[in-house]
């Protein structure tokens, strides 16, 4: 296909794929005839994978995202589903990437059709196709549009709520947001690199709460406190597990939040995300459960794997967050909390308890920073922020190391 050109659709289901030579975040809105959303509920993408009529599919990294359109399940209020596309990596461009989309039976898998958008240079997302009516029958247009202020310039222009830190005006509604932004993984500029190349002290300790280890046995941190992974005298440095856990308050409705820890540079730039849409980073050295949608039943809800001693010499600080992307309020959440487990044999280390919630959607529960010796220690944070998605949290991550 060329620009602008469309083709009949011979099949109701129909998925489109984005294939690129980098990973990218893969979207689609479900547009009324003023070329709106209805409601951000229209915004399909890893953090919301399903609408009336649409979904979304992760590739994992290894295959591409896919966007699958139900027609006949499709609102009739709806006429037109356009499917966008950014590069995972923050600030890149489509500039010598240029991104192929797929036309399938989304049934038999046969291909209907291609297209590649040309000639891109400084766009940091595009709309790519679009699916939509005319005279009752479907069909299938390239667009090839871009935007240089990312995934969150195409949702904000199609009627989507992005929330974004004032800092990082060009983040994306994260895988998005992400992609969360969206500031998913989207592009979110890292601060000034400081000098020396090391992590940032810890926030000084609340009075009274000085720096510990665990020969004690396990520790229970206030905000603000740290505790060095040593015990007998020796770094730990071994696999561990982080696990949070909440509950909804005064037994509400369920609430979805997710869990993610983000991996930082010596210069407080990010490297990675691990998160419900992303498993394992690091070449494993980093793992997530899963997602868990309600937070109902006992113990973890969310777990973490941290092998310690596989982790990349560039990593120096890990920021564990956890984000209400639904928009709930973590003052409608109870028992919030994150622990330090020894997977080996399944000893809590570490537990800090988060008693006092505030009315926003995201929050920093604790950071590891690995030390000059090569200890790693343990702060429990406890920082509210407004964030919906891990890409919402990697600025203020980067602040709080």
């Not at 949070?244 to 993610?260: T, V």
């Not at 928009?327 to 330090?340: M, P």
């Not at 919906?388 to 600025?395: A, G």
């Amino acid at each position: 296909m060329t620009p602008g050109s469309n083709i009949p659709l011979s099949a109701a289901r129909v998925t489109v794929d984005v294939a690129a030579p980098v990973r990218l975040d893969v979207s689609g809105l479900l547009l009324t005839a003023d070329g709106k959303v209805r409601s951000d509920d229209d915004f399909i993408f890893y953090n919301q994978p399903a609408g009336p009529g649409v979904t979304y599919t992760s590739g994992g990294g290894a295959a591409p995202d896919a966007i699958t359109v139900d027609t006949a399940a499709v609102p009739p209020d709806i006429e037109k589903i356009v499917v966008t596309a950014s590069p995972d990596a923050a600030g890149q461009t489509f500039q010598g990437i240029e991104p192929t989309a797929t036309i399938r039976d989304a049934d038999g898998g046969s291909a209907l059709a291609t297209f590649t958008p040309p000639q891109l240079g400084t766009e940091t997302a595009l709309v790519v196709v679009e699916i939509y009516r005319r005279g009752g029958a479907w069909k299938a247009r390239a667009v090839g549009q871009g935007y240089a202020n990312g995934l969150a310039g195409i949702a904000t222009d199609f009627g989507v709520t992005v929330e974004e830190p004032a800092a990082a005006p060009t983040a994306t509604p994260q895988r998005p947001a992400a992609p969360p932004a969206p500031a998913a993984q989207a592009p979110v500029t890292p601060p000034a690199p400081v000098t020396p190349p090391a992590p940032a002290a810890p926030p000084a300790p609340a009075p009274g709460a000085g720096k510990i280890n665990l020969d004690k046995g396990r520790v229970s941190l206030q905000k603000n406190q740290t505790v060095s992974l040593v015990k007998g005298g020796r770094p730990l440095l071994s696999l561990v597990q982080m696990g949070l856990g909440w509950e909804p308050a005064f037994r509400g409705k369920d609430i979805d939040l997710d869990a993610s820890v983000i991996a930082y540079g010596p210069q407080r730039n990010p490297i990675d995300s691990c998160y419900f849409g992303k498993l394992t980073i690091l070449n494993g050295a980093i793992k997530h459960s899963g997602d868990n949608l309600t937070g109902e039943g006992g113990g973890d809800d969310e777990v973490i794997t941290v092998d310690l001693g596989r982790l990349p010499q560039e990593v120096t600080g890990l920021v564990f967050t956890v984000n209400s992307f639904s928009g709930q309020k973590f003052t409608e959440v109870a028992k919030a909390y994150c622990r330090l487990v020894d997977a080996a044999t399944g000893e809590e280390l570490v537990r800090f308890d988060l008693t006092h919630a505030e009315p926003q959607t995201g929050v920093m529960m604790a950071k590891l920073v690995r030390q000059f010796s090569g200890e790693w220690d343990m702060t429990a944070l406890g920082e509210f922020v407004k964030a919906r998605t891990v890409r919402n949290m990697v600025d203020p991550g980067a602040r709080a190391l």
